[in-house]
């Protein structure tokens, strides 16, 4: 994939995920029994900024976590699932707890209903709230997202590029002709 227009740049994407951490914190009136869940792969880095953000912001420490959703992808093979699985890591009890699951991408809602079925093999939390980085359209299933960084009307013949420091070694957001 070639980038071709730059959407975010790594301060734009920073100053996006401390509005959303904001909005979050604002929402649930605090951190009280909240976690967060990042969606492997580049949700992982997004969920710790939102983390580090409300350390920052409230002083506090909320449970972090990692969920693997390839197993319950239902675009991959059974072989192509075991070879990409990695495991999620989820230390914490999710019961009567706001889960904040947290994505780089949001296009069909297939990866976001995985998630949520990974998440519920986990326990049963209060309720759960989905952070994307970037909403592109596109949606097959009814999924809705509760906090967006930024709504970017897409054609299926583009997909869109999150490349964060910790995986690609830039920290920005393209548009990249498929």
Same mark, same amino acid.
């Given at each position: 994939m070639k980038p071709r227009t730059q959407? +975010?740049?790594?301060?734009?994407? $920073?100053?996006? +995920?401390?509005?959303?951490?904001?909005? /979050?914190?604002?929402?649930?009136q605090g951190v009280r029994n909240l976690c967060v869940l990042g969606v492997k792969r580049r949700g992982v880095p997004l969920a710790r900024m939102l983390c580090d953000n409300i350390r920052r912001f409230e002083g506090?420490?909320?449970?972090?976590?990692?969920?693997?959703?390839?197993?319950?992808? =239902? =675009?991959? #093979?059974?072989?192509?699932k075991q070879?990409?699985?990695?495991? #999620?890591?989820?230390?914490?009890?999710?019961?009567?707890?706001?889960? /904040?699951?947290?994505?780089?991408?949001?296009?069909?809602?297939?990866?976001?209903?995985?998630?949520?079925e990974t998440v519920f093999g986990f326990g049963r939390p209060r309720a759960v709230q989905l952070v994307v980085l970037i909403?592109?359209?596109?949606?097959?299933?009814?999924?809705?997202?509760?906090?967006v960084g930024k709504n970017v009307p897409t054609s299926r013949s583009e997909t869109i590029a999150? $490349?964060?420091?910790?995986?690609?070694?830039?920290?920005?957001?393209y548009i990249c002709d498929a």
């Open positions: 959407i +975010m740049d790594e301060a734009t994407l $920073r100053r996006t +995920m401390a509005r959303i951490t904001h909005e /979050v914190l604002e929402r649930n506090a420490e909320v449970p972090l976590g990692f969920l693997d959703v390839t197993l319950r992808r =239902d =675009d991959l #093979s059974e072989r192509d070879a990409l699985a990695t495991g #999620s890591t989820v230390p914490f009890d999710l019961h009567d707890k706001t889960v /904040v699951l947290v994505d780089d991408v949001l296009y069909t809602g297939r990866t976001a209903k995985a998630a949520l909403d592109r359209g596109h949606r097959e299933l009814p999924i809705r997202p509760d906090y999150v $490349r964060l420091e910790e995986i690609d070694g830039e920290t920005a957001v």
